[in-house]
T-cell receptor, first 114, second 117 residues
Framework: GENVEQHPSTLSVQEGDSAVIKCTYS??????FPWYKQELGKRPQLIID?????GEKKDQRIAVTLNKTAKHFSLHITETQPEDSAVYFC?????????????FGAGTRLAVHP | GAVVSQHPSRVICKSGTSVKIECRSL??????MFWYRQFPKQSLMLMAT?????????EQGVEKDKFLINHASLTLSTLTVTSAHPEDSSFYIC?????????????FGPGTRLTVL
């Protein structure tokens, strides 16, 4: 099965700075790489995802980069704002078993200070 | 679009009783739904994959006789926690995929907070 590692576990930045979170996975057959944001007590929300046929995707202040050779992908948030404070999870696709499930990383708690 | 609902949002029950949680896809048909459990300040742990019209597939270490899953239609999956104990207290979240492909987006319900006394 897919093994997922996410770093760092906590990240504290000043408003306006950039934040980068990295996710490493083990199964080279994985082909879908989403990032979810979860605020306290709420459901995870998809913020950006990338398929294996591209190396980078950007949506306003958020971007994801993928390195399939090294088996890692990263979330980049620029010009951070206090409302970006939340827990972020990577969840690469696990191709084993045939159900296209996602395996969640341990999460990164991001705190953006005004 | 792509809204997933869960009911109830909170439930408190006595030890030894059973609790049923419903997960519905409101505006799309979901062939596959997933059930997760999340303990405080931890990640989402996949419990099982629920497929319409067939038996659920459970992750290693999850007791299928304790966590009963029924995917009765393309818009409804239920999780029943049988003979609940305090250690079953957790946040249970379902999700549903909009299609069969790995790259189809997975949308999450709002979660159900279960407290077993």
């Amino acid at each position: 099965g897919e093994n997922v590692e996410q770093h760092p576990s906590t990240l504290s930045v000043q408003e306006g700075d950039s934040a980068v979170i990295k996710c490493t996975y083990s199964d080279s057959a994985s082909n879908y790489f989403p990032w979810y944001k979860q605020e306290l007590g709420k459901r995870p929300q998809l913020i950006i995802d990338i398929r294996s046929n591209v190396g980078e995707k950007k949506d306003q202040r958020i971007a994801v980069t993928l390195n399939k050779t090294a088996k890692h992908f990263s979330l980049h948030i620029t010009e951070t704002q206090p409302e970006d404070s939340a827990v972020y999870f990577c969840a690469p696709h696990d191709p084993g078993g045939g159900y296209n499930k996602l395996i969640f990383g341990a999460g990164t708690r991001l705190a953006v200070h005004p | 679009g792509a809204v997933v609902s869960q009911h109830p949002s909170r439930v408190i029950c006595k030890s030894g009783t059973s609790v049923k949680i419903e997960c519905r896809s409101l505006d799309f048909q979901a062939t596959t739904m997933f059930w997760y459990r999340q303990f405080p300040k931890q990640s989402l742990m996949l419990m099982a994959t629920s497929n319409e019209g067939s038996k659920a597939t459970y992750e290693q270490g999850v007791e299928k006789d304790k966590f009963l899953i029924n995917h009765a239609s393309l818009t409804l999956s239920t999780l029943t926690v049988t003979s609940a104990h305090p250690e079953d207290s957790s946040f249970y979240i379902c999700s549903a995929k909009t299609g069969r492909w790995a790259t189809d987006t997975q949308y999450f319900g709002p979660g159900t907070r279960l407290t077993v006394l």
